[in-house]
């Protein structure tokens, strides 16, 4: 449940390029990666990457919570030729998790609108690199992760991330119940988690995924605290998650947390280093000073391989190695 969220002082006009990668592309066309979000338009942002000898421009267009708004664009982008691959921000077209597919009854018909290039949400991306993120941070990063506690917002979001560390041995918890039904239950075990997955999730598909996930705002709303959302976050180590969910309940002191998540802005790392959150890991690479959401770096990947459909989870492993993309880590 990402999208491309740009920072709110930069136009939607502005082109920079990666500083590991060369000034002066060998190409001479251009192809765009365009990710179309339900989320705010505020945020919208543009910017180059090159890939090789490929060259592209990356935009996000945010609709403002207008689905009828989007389906148009949908439409328009999959005519446009300059368009190499699109990218679902703000929703979901499905959910990967405890081993089944749900499809989301309000979005599913999005994907019949794309007929001629790929049309990603993100989803088959989260799961080939985030469940890679333990490695990253032992074996990269040479952090120990032993007796750290994690908290992860939403498995069913981010079904991949929550069975690293769970698998890896960590103390892992799952606030599913809390921060998709508001429900102030904390899930302890893989085993409970899975029966109330597939109890839940065929029933949650149904639902206007506005009640799931407010998509159609920005970042900017200040956290709703609570003395009991204070010691959820007061109780872990590490906060794992969509960006949205973890801010949206952040207390004003969170020091020597760490936090890991994937779309962030330099407006969004100020608001964590206010916190008082220590480290910053980004399941998406940096490029240009700044993360993209899941469902652009998907699109990209496959634009970058000339295909009009999603890939494999070691298609998408094999690509980022290609190409040096990695994930990130700064201290705060």
Same mark, same amino acid.
Do not use: C
């Given at each position: 449940m990402d999208a491309l969220d740009g920072e709110t002082e930069i136009s939607a006009t502005h082109q920079t390029q990666p500083s590991n990668q060369s000034t002066t592309p060998s190409v001479t066309s251009q192809k765009s990666v365009v990710s179309i979000s339900l989320g705010s338009s505020v945020r919208d942002h543009q910017t180059e990457v090159q890939l090789g000898d490929k060259h592209f421009l990356v935009r996000r267009e945010g609709t403002d919570g207008d689905l009828d708004l989007l389906k148009q664009r949908l439409t328009e982008l999959d005519a446009d030729s300059s368009v190499a691959a699109i990218g679902l921000g703000g929703t979901d077209l499905f959910l990967n998790a405890a081993d089944r597919t749900y499809w989301l009854r309000e979005t599913k018909p999005l994907a019949k609108l794309v007929r001629n290039k790929a049309l990603v949400d993100g989803s088959g991306f989260k799961g080939a690199v985030e469940a890679d993120t333990v490695r990253y941070l032992r074996d990269d990063l040479d952090l120990d992760l032993?007796?750290?506690?994690?908290?992860?917002?939403? *498995?069913?979001?981010?079904? $991949?991330?929550?069975? +690293?560390?769970?698998? *890896?041995? /960590?103390?892992?918890?799952?606030?599913?119940?809390?921060? %998709?039904?508001?429900?102030?239950? %904390? /899930?302890? @075990?893989?085993?409970?988690?899975?029966?109330?997955?597939?109890?839940?999730?065929?029933? #949650?598909? @149904?639902?206007?995924?506005?009640?799931?996930?407010?998509? $159609?705002?920005?970042?900017?709303?200040?956290?709703?605290?609570?003395?009991?959302?204070? =010691?959820? !976050?007061?109780?872990?180590?590490? /906060?794992?998650?969509?960006?949205? !969910? %973890?801010?949206?309940?952040?207390?004003?002191?969170? =020091?020597?947390?760490?936090? %890991?998540? @994937?779309?962030?802005?330099? #407006?969004?790392?100020?608001?964590?280093?206010?916190?008082?959150?220590?480290?910053? /890991?980004?399941?998406?690479?940096?490029?240009?000073?700044?993360?993209? $959401?899941?469902?652009?770096?998907? *699109?990209?990947?496959?634009? #970058? #391989? $000339?295909? @009009?459909? +999603?890939?494999?989870?070691?298609?998408?492993?094999?690509?980022? *190695?290609?190409?040096?993309?990695?994930?990130?880590?700064?201290?705060?």
């Open positions: 032993q007796d750290k506690r994690v908290l992860i917002t939403s *498995a069913v979001d981010r079904w $991949g991330l929550g069975m +690293a560390f769970y698998e *890896a041995g /960590i103390d892992t918890d799952f606030a599913d119940l809390f921060y %998709i039904l508001g429900l102030r239950k %904390i /899930i302890r @075990n893989k085993k409970t988690l899975t029966r109330v997955v597939r109890l839940a999730a065929p029933i #949650a598909v @149904n639902l206007p995924f506005a009640w799931l996930y407010p998509s $159609g705002s920005d970042h900017t709303l200040e956290p709703k605290r609570h003395p009991w959302t204070d =010691k959820l !976050y007061y109780d872990y180590d590490i /906060i794992a998650g969509d960006y949205k !969910y %973890i801010s949206k309940y952040m207390p004003s002191d969170l =020091k020597g947390t760490w936090v %890991i998540t @994937n779309t962030t802005t330099a #407006a969004d790392i100020e608001f964590l280093r206010s916190r008082g959150v220590s480290k910053l /890991i980004t399941t998406t690479p940096r490029l240009n000073g700044r993360t993209f $959401g899941t469902n652009v770096m998907e *699109a990209l990947l496959i634009a #970058a #391989a $000339g295909e @009009n459909r +999603a890939l494999n989870p070691q298609q998408y492993l094999a690509l980022l *190695a290609e190409h040096d993309l990695r994930p990130s880590s700064q201290e705060l």
